[in-house]
């Protein structure tokens, strides 16, 4: 069992940014080969963020593309760094791990979820 705990959420002005991480407080985060970030604006659903593979293979939404960066070290922790913030960026954000899948963007790829922390982003 992997119970994952999100940190690094805020509120913060547009333009600027901030470091999300996702730790295992239970179990192993590394324990499963692929990790993802969502996030769910109010009123609507959750949306697929980036992920990483235990490979280092990233991948990115187009909305977030070339201004998040999605990465992991050996302290069991996974990464979100967020540049550029735009208000549509506001969301709650979690972070996920699974096994190795061809699915890696649907929800149902990943077993293990956090709680979710809470970004804004407004002037």
């Known amino acids: 069992q992997v119970h994952l705990v999100e940190s690094g959420g805020g509120l913060v002005q547009p333009g600027g940014s901030l470091r999300l991480s996702c730790t295992a407080s239970?179990?192993?985060?590394?324990?499963?080969?692929?990790w993802a970030w969502y996030r769910q604006a109010p009123g609507k659903e959750r949306e697929w963020v980036a992920r990483?593979?235990?490979?280092?293979?990233t991948d990115y939404a187009g909305q977030v593309k070339d201004r998040f960066t999605v990465s992991s070290d050996d302290s069991n922790t996974v990464y979100l760094q967020m540049n550029s913030l735009k208000p549509e960026d506001t969301a709650v954000y979690f972070c996920a791990a699974g096994p190795s899948s061809i699915w890696w963007w649907r929800e149902t790829s990943y077993d293990y979820w956090g709680q979710g922390t809470q970004v804004t982003v407004s002037s």
């Open positions: 990483i593979t235990g490979g280092g293979v």
């Open positions: 239970s179990g192993s985060l590394f324990s499963m080969n692929s």
